[in-house]
């Protein structure tokens, strides 16, 4: 980082600049190890407790509704919490999200019947909903825009850490102790948390200045605060438009003081908020674009069969030992997150979307045509009994295939920095809490497309799904990479209504500026 000051030119070296803002992600890095433990763990117990001949034991029928509990019951948390983030502040948020896991991890532990099993996966599920709107909006805002791509990126690679360390404990203990020892990852959490600082934008929304600039000062380097002066300027003028009246603003006037918006009623001001924050084209149409995302990314073929997964394993007739793969799945996806962290900067995160979307939907077709040659019609996944006894190694090969290009995705990484500030804690627990009903359906309803249509029918559904959602994303999805949180806002602000900006695009249409370069004037100086 270089600070111009007075015509001088001070260098600060570029590894504290680094540094400084990986240690500030330490605790949600932890943070996101416990919500990939909460996603995965159900697919270590499932099989444990499927028509289980001692202990706890569940049917088919109780499995499904198992297996996708904790994603019904997500929502619930998402949203409460927005409104947490924008109460308590991103570092408070971050040490209260973890009570829900505290307290479902003992009573994971202590189940004593099929409900107290399935409530002990909802508060996961809860917890997890809670968690979403801290996580991402945290990284958003304490990283700089030449290094937000990778770390945003990088925080997939801990919640695939997260998952590997729940499909390993599951392979080594008991489901029971399992539980237990993930107890200990909300309590680092906590502990870590105590740690970091607070985010600058949210503690200017505060009229905190002075603690702001401190904690910009210590996010850039451990600087002083002449060296960061440009950008908590920028900072400061961001706030002051976030803090007139929205209502005002946009007939018009300035007004930063009180005014007859901010003296209404409860519920009034909550439709305020709805219909000038969230209703509006800067913060619908990266909502809109984000859920058509999650919802072609959890329909894409693994999200629907990951609770099942071990059994879903055995049921392609897979050569090698069911636990053992999906352990060696949970390593391949910390792996391909940290590729996918490398490659964003070169290549962008719009490439990076639409070519894994691509590819996950070919894997996908390619499982669809070998079931239906291979897999016996008469096979379910959720009846052990009817599983082939061959064993192969091409569904090694094309689940592994589907494993690494689906973890190329990054929904999650578009929802930090998308939305504006104004917005970002409504819009993103809302994105959240529907994303988990999409992924409830998309999970419960693979029980009843395998039952109706086996195997083979319900990825080729898939295969056709994600085809779609490529050309949908490729169409509209605009790149973000190393724009600052002011000018995407400024983007979708615009009057462009293709956000896609490419030379096959652009030979189609009509000239209008669509890259996001071209709203950098438009900001207010």
């Known amino acids: 980082m270089t600070i111009h000051m007075n015509n001088e030119v001070k260098k600060i070296s570029r590894w504290r600049v680094v540094s400084s803002q990986v240690l500030a992600c330490l605790s949600l890095d932890f943070l996101l190890v416990g919500l990939g433990m909460s996603i995965?763990?159900?697919?270590?117990?499932?099989?444990?407790?499927?028509?289980?001949?001692e202990g706890l034991s569940i049917n088919k029928k109780q499995a499904s509704w198992f297996g996708s509990m904790a994603f019904l019951c997500q929502p619930v948390g998402s949203i409460f919490s927005g409104p947490l983030l924008d109460y308590f502040g991103r570092k408070k948020a971050l040490f209260l999200v973890n009570i829900p896991h505290l307290i479902a991890w003992l009573l994971m532990y202590y189940a004593w019947n099929v409900p107290s099993l399935f409530v002990g996966n909802a508060l996961?599920?809860?917890?997890?909903?809670?968690?979403?709107?801290?996580?991402?909006?945290?990284?958003?805002?304490?990283?700089?825009?030449?290094?937000?791509?990778?770390?945003?990126?990088?925080?997939?690679?801990?919640?695939?850490?997260?998952?590997?360390?729940?499909?390993?404990?599951?392979?080594?203990l008991p489901w029971r102790q399992a539980a237990l020892v993930s107890l200990s990852v909300p309590l680092a959490t906590m502990?870590?948390?105590?740690?970091?600082?607070?985010?600058?934008?949210?503690?200017?929304?505060?009229?905190?200045?002075?603690?702001?600039?401190?904690?910009?000062?210590?996010?850039?380097?451990?600087?002083?605060?002449?060296?960061?002066?440009?950008?908590?300027?920028?900072?400061?003028?961001?706030?002051?438009l976030n803090k007139q009246c929205i209502v005002c603003a946009r007939d018009g006037e300035s007004e930063t003081s009180s005014c007859e918006h901010m003296n209404c009623g409860f519920v009034e001001k909550i439709i305020l908020k709805f219909k000038h924050v969230f209703f509006v084209k800067e913060t619908i149409r990266p909502f809109t674009l984000v859920m058509a995302y999650f919802l072609f990314h959890?329909?894409?073929?693994l999200i629907p069969v990951r609770p099942n997964l071990v059994n879903f394993c055995k049921a392609l007739g897979m050569k090698y030992d069911a636990k053992t793969f999906v352990v060696i799945v949970g390593a391949v996806l910390i792996l391909m997150n940290i590729i996918s962290a490398v490659i964003v900067k070169t290549i962008g995160k719009r490439k990076l979307v639409v070519g894994s979307l691509l590819a996950t939907a070919i894997c996908s077709l390619s499982i669809s045509v070998?079931?239906?040659?291979?897999i016996p019609i008469s096979v379910f996944s959720y009846e052990a009994s009817t599983f082939p006894e061959s064993k192969d190694m091409l569904p090694v090969v094309l689940l592994m295939a589907l494993v690494c290009v689906t973890s190329l995705g990054i929904p999650w990484i578009l929802l930090s920095e998308v939305f504006p500030f104004r917005s970002r804690g409504m819009a993103t627990g809302l994105a959240a809490a529907f994303n988990y009903v999409i992924v409830f359906l998309a999970t419960k309803t693979n029980y009843n497309l395998e039952?109706?249509?086996?195997?083979?029918?319900?990825?080729?559904?898939?295969?056709?799904?994600?085809?779609?959602?490529?050309?949908?994303?490729?169409?509209?999805?605009?790149?973000?990479?190393?724009?600052?949180?002011?000018?995407?806002?400024?983007?979708?602000?615009?009057?462009?209504?293709?956000?896609?900006?490419?030379?096959?695009?652009?030979?189609?249409?009509?000239?209008?500026?669509?890259?996001?370069?071209?709203?950098?004037?438009?900001?207010?100086?």
């Open 298 to 301: 959890s329909l894409s073929g």
């Open 191 to 240: 502990a870590l948390v105590l740690l970091v600082p607070e985010t600058p934008i949210w503690l200017l929304s505060k009229g905190r200045q002075k603690d702001a600039l401190n904690s910009l000062c210590r996010l850039r380097g451990w600087v002083k605060p002449e060296d960061v002066k440009e950008e908590f300027e920028e900072l400061l003028r961001y706030n002051d």
């Open 370 to 374: 070998y079931a239906s040659i291979k």
């Open 451 to 525: 039952a109706s249509f086996h195997i083979s029918g319900t990825f080729a559904i898939y295969a056709i799904i994600t085809f779609i959602g490529t050309m949908y994303l490729y169409l509209y999805l605009p790149e973000t990479e190393n724009k600052s949180l002011a000018e995407i806002e400024a983007y979708y602000k615009g009057n462009q209504k293709i956000f896609a900006n490419d030379c096959l695009i652009n030979a189609f249409r009509k000239k209008n500026p669509t890259n996001i370069d071209v709203v950098k004037p438009m900001l207010v100086n």
């Open 124 to 172: 996961l599920g809860i917890g997890i909903g809670i968690m979403e709107a801290p996580s991402v909006t945290y990284v958003g805002e304490v990283t700089d825009p030449s290094i937000r791509g990778c770390l945003t990126t990088l925080t997939n690679g801990f919640t695939s850490a997260g998952m590997f360390v729940a499909y390993l404990l599951g392979t080594v």
């Open 40 to 53: 995965s763990f159900v697919t270590m117990v499932l099989p444990e407790v499927l028509d289980a001949k």
